[in-house]
């Protein structure tokens, strides 16, 4: 009996707190808005901004009222001004964070396009996607899939926040990238719903935000970096830096979580996602790098340090995110903060995998 679809469209309920501000922030949301307390997060000072549960977490219950909202959450909370002053302080030791992380190289005299590109070729982070290809087994490949649930349930959605904010020829390219990333407007074609069906395959919670108390705050950071450069305007530049660099490293990743999927046993259903990016990433790699964002800092020039500071920021953070999952996979635990989530009865296929184990190898 297919679910509910406020389960798999609508909010998601609240996640469970993860410390005092957090927990601050999810009581108040429970009630209709009001005014917070006015010192309501002034000594925050988190040691690591990136890995720490309760700012990343009051964080992401912020930003996602700019989303789809929370279930049972008054919707006149996402202009509250005291919560929208609490979420301006607790980002910014988040974004200084992140330009400490990804402090981006001087842009080269080729311009913005080989700037991006020679960030790419330097990238060097873990060998997550080969793992996966073929090494894991199919209880890690549910714990990355689950991870990222997180953001491919909303696929597109953070980046089309640029889409009011450009004119010209990089909103032309957005316009031309997000079509894809929504299926032209098909809903069985959409990116969204292409992951909703690799959930299902893989005996996983299809609901929108079904995993958020699961995840650690690494892959909250994740998320909450799109957030962050999609709902401010200053900020443009380096979401437009995001999406490209995502999009120049997407083709070679999912042909490798493809293959592991196949090596596991799993079928076409299961693998469609990761196969549409294949072939639709190689050809948003160059939109993005020479149309997006080299159109937008044509238009803008001063935009280019912001651009290239999105997309070393997009690289930096995944590096931590793939650390996390292989250092911990590596030690023999899960990579997720409640590993009993994911013991969802699994579909016959699956659970034909989880018995007999992998089956051969694909190269």
Not at 41 to 59: F, R
Not at 95 to 112: S, T, Y
Not at 190 to 206: I, K, P, Q, V
Request: hydrophobic letters at 45%; charged letters at 20%.
């Amino acid at each position: 009996m297919p679910e509910p679809a406020d389960r798999r469209y609508g909010p998601a309920p609240l996640p469970q707190p993860r410390g005092p501000l957090s927990a601050a922030v999810a009581g108040a949301l429970r009630r209709p808005p009001h005014d917070l307390p006015p010192g309501l997060g002034a000594d925050l000072d988190p040691a690591d901004p990136l890995a720490d549960e309760d700012l990343q977490l009051t964080l992401f219950l912020c930003y996602e009222l700019h989303y789809r909202g929370w279930r049972g959450v008054d919707e006149g909370w996402e202009w509250q001004p005291t919560l929208l002053a609490l979420r301006a302080r607790a980002e910014r030791p988040f974004e200084a964070a992140l330009r400490r992380l990804a402090a981006p190289p001087p842009l080269p005299p080729a311009g913005v396009a080989a700037g991006l590109t020679d960030l790419v070729a330097a990238d060097d982070g873990p060998t997550l996607a080969a793992t996966l290809q073929r090494r894991a087994d199919l209880a890690q490949f549910r714990e990355f899939v689950a991870h990222r649930s997180i953001y491919h349930l909303r696929e597109a959605d953070p980046h089309s926040w640029a889409l009011p904010r450009l004119g010209g020829p990089a909103k032309a390219a957005l316009v031309e990238i997000q079509t894809d990333e929504y299926g032209n407007g098909r809903l069985d074609r959409m990116h969204a719903e292409l992951f909703r069906r690799t959930l299902d395959r893989l005996g996983l919670d299809t609901g929108y935000g079904a995993y958020l108390d699961a995840v650690p705050a690494v892959t909250l950071a994740t998320n909450n970096m799109m957030s962050l450069f999609g709902l401010h305007r200053r900020l443009r530049g380096a979401l437009l830096g995001h999406l490209a660099a995502y999009e120049m490293t997407s083709s070679v990743p999912n042909r490798r979580y493809g293959n592991g999927l196949r090596r596991l046993g799993l079928d076409e259903v299961a693998t469609r996602f990761y196969d549409e990016h294949v072939e639709a990433d190689a050809v948003h790699e160059q939109i993005a790098a020479h149309d997006l964002c080299g159109g937008l800092v044509r238009v803008e020039p001063a935009l280019a340090g912001d651009v290239l500071f999105g997309a070393a920021a997009a690289l930096a953070v995944d590096r931590l995110f793939a650390a996390h999952l292989l250092d911990s996979w590596a030690a023999g635990r899960s990579s997720l903060r409640a590993p009993t989530a994911l013991t969802l009865s699994l579909p016959a296929t699956a659970t034909t995998i989880a018995a007999t184990g992998p089956l051969a190898g694909v190269a």
